[in-house]
């Protein structure tokens, strides 16, 4: 994909919100347990209508309903992407969305290049933890993104030629 596509799907203000509000909605999708559907009507209802968010809105349902619909597989890559004595269950529960997230459109999405989803949510990390919490999300998703797309960081030609 050309450089120029993909500065616009890292610029693009509606899509960070819509990722943004996808972060903000799994965290209390999991601090309440509401389900995905009623969580995204209310944001969808009360934030993006009211004229402070210019968010698209079909990417934010993309991930909030996707994000529950593939738990198994999301949560599984994040898990294979940690180290050997952390455990998803005791990362943060805000580290813990930004990552389900991210790895969503990482497994989910190859409409969206790997850099991009990586920029986009240490951007988003950067709004809730410290910096070193922002390099754990960086080398986590850094690690997902090489396991699952190779290709788009040169790993795929450099086995073949092998």
């Known amino acids: 994909m050309p450089a120029a596509s993909?500065?616009?799907?890292?610029?693009?203000?509606?899509?960070?919100?819509?990722?943004?509000?996808?972060?903000?909605?799994?965290?209390?999708?999991?601090?309440?347990?509401?389900?995905?559907?009623?969580?995204?009507?209310?944001f969808c209802e009360h934030r993006f209508r009211d004229g402070e968010?210019?968010?698209?809105?079909?990417?934010?349902?993309?991930?909030?309903?996707?994000?529950?619909?593939?738990q198994i597989d999301v949560d599984r890559a994040v898990a294979s992407s940690l180290t050997r004595d952390w455990k998803l269950q005791r990362i943060d529960s805000i580290l813990r969305a930004i990552l389900r997230a991210a790895t969503f459109?990482?497994?989910?999405?190859?409409?969206?290049?790997?850099?991009?989803?990586i920029d986009e949510y240490i951007e988003i990390a950067r709004r809730f933890c410290d910096t070193d919490e922002c390099g754990f999300v960086n080398a986590v998703l850094d690690?997902?993104?090489?396991?699952?797309?190779?290709?788009?960081?040169?790993?795929?030609?450099?086995?073949?030629?092998?």
């Not at 968010?53 to 529950?68: N, S």
């Not at 993104?145 to 450099?158: I, V």
């Open 105 to 117: 459109e990482l497994i989910g999405r190859e409409d969206v290049p790997a850099r991009v989803v």
């Open 143 to 162: 690690r997902l993104a090489h396991a699952h797309r190779p290709a788009e960081f040169g790993s795929a030609e450099d086995e073949s030629k092998t």
């Open 53 to 70: 968010e210019c968010a698209d809105e079909d990417l934010f349902r993309r991930i909030v309903a996707g994000v529950p619909h593939h």
């Open 6 to 42: 993909q500065t616009n799907f890292n610029v693009h203000p509606g899509r960070r919100s819509a990722r943004l509000a996808a972060v903000q909605a799994l965290y209390q999708m999991e601090l309440t347990g509401s389900d995905a559907e009623t969580v995204a009507q209310e």
